[in-house]
């Protein structure tokens, strides 16, 4: 079978899909947390999207795709049996798995997705896994059941309520983390949106627990040449790429990569105070 072959595609919520693509050396290489760059068309752009599960026996990987812009919709729209021009990976550093003791991993959004292989690899490491996920509304609650599997505890949030506690996740944690002062995490991972991550280290910063977050920034070649991926981590410039796309969460300027991040986007900028005041999470610790 020729490589970059999609062999299923499903939708997982109204606005994201899944694609289980035939990729054997990829699939053979990935760890937790790495990346794959995508190209959907000869003239496209280049997008990083993180590998969601890899399953070396059947060659296969599976990337869980939200439609944003052109390169996002046009892969999308894609179904089984084309092809998908160029992948190439697996980039990034994996994430860093051992036995912490008890672990926290959130999840907002399509960064549901990348947390699903982080959980099984710290589960299989001996860790208590709580999860926690959040999204728009039920529906956006993807890879229920793998993450179930491999969690002790598995807790959702949705912004409307439609399913488990109302608001955003980084109010449950703080709730959780109030009413169970002697389960304390001993490591937290977040992935999703910028705000969200910032959000969550807000919460965990007062509490003195290592909060892992996973950077999106810009990404052009997704191998440290081009320096689009540029973040500034602990004073210092670091390339996402490259040195992450996992940083210490208490050490990123989460203000300068939202900054970088809306450079060449037309949607509306968002505060970190308007974002937590529209959806009403006051943070009380
Ligand atoms: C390490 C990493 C892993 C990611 N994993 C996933 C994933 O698993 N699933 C997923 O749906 N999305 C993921 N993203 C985000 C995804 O790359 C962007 O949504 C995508 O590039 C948007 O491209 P577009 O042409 O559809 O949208 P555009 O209209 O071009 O851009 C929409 C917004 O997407 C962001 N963006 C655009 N181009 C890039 C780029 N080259 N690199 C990073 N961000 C960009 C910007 O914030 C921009 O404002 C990841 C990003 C990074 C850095
Ligand atoms: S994407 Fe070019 S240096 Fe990171």
């Not at 059947?58 to 439609?67: D, F, Q, V, W």
């Not at 993450?147 to 955003?168: A, L």
């Not at 996402?240 to 949607?267: A, K, M, Q, T, W």
Request: charged share 20%; net charge neutral.
């Amino acid at each position: 079978m020729k490589e970059n072959k999609i062999l299923e595609k499903s939708v997982l919520c109204s606005d994201t899909v899944s694609l289980i693509i035939y990729s054997p050396v990829i699939a053979a290489k990935a760890r937790a947390g790495q990346f794959v760059i995508v190209r959907a068309s000869e003239e496209g752009e280049r997008i990083p999207l993180t590998i969601a599960e890899s399953y070396p026996s059947s060659g296969t990987i599976n990337l869980a795709i939200l439609k944003r812009g052109k390169t996002t919709n046009l892969l999308c729209s894609l179904n089984k049996g084309d092809y998908i021009t160029d992948i190439a990976g697996p980039l990034g550093k994996p994430s860093e798995i051992e036995k912490f003791g008890t672990v926290c991993i959130i999840g907002g959004g399509v960064g549901i997705a990348p947390t699903v292989p982080i959980i099984k690899a710290m589960k299989e490491a001996g860790n208590f896994v709580i999860s926690i996920m959040g999204a728009r509304n039920c529906s956006g609650l993807i890879f229920e059941d793998s993450i179930k599997k491999y969690s002790n505890q598995y807790h959702v949030c949705t912004d409307d309520g439609s399913t488990g506690y109302k608001g955003f996740v980084s109010g449950f944690l703080t709730q959780y983390l109030n009413e169970n002062p002697d389960k304390k995490p001993d490591r937290i991972v977040a992935i999703g949106p910028v705000l969200m991550m910032k959000a969550v280290c807000d919460v965990t910063s007062p509490f003195g627990i290592k909060t892992i977050v996973s950077l999106n920034p810009i990404m052009v070649d997704g191998t440290g040449m081009c320096g689009s991926c540029r973040v500034e981590v602990g004073g210092k410039t670091m390339f996402g790429c490259v040195d992450g796309p996992e940083f210490d969460g208490h050490l990123v300027d989460f203000g300068l990569l939202n900054s970088r991040l809306n450079i060449y986007c037309n949607e509306e900028k968002v505060s970190y105070d308007k974002y937590m005041e529209k959806h009403e999470c006051k943070m009380k610790i």
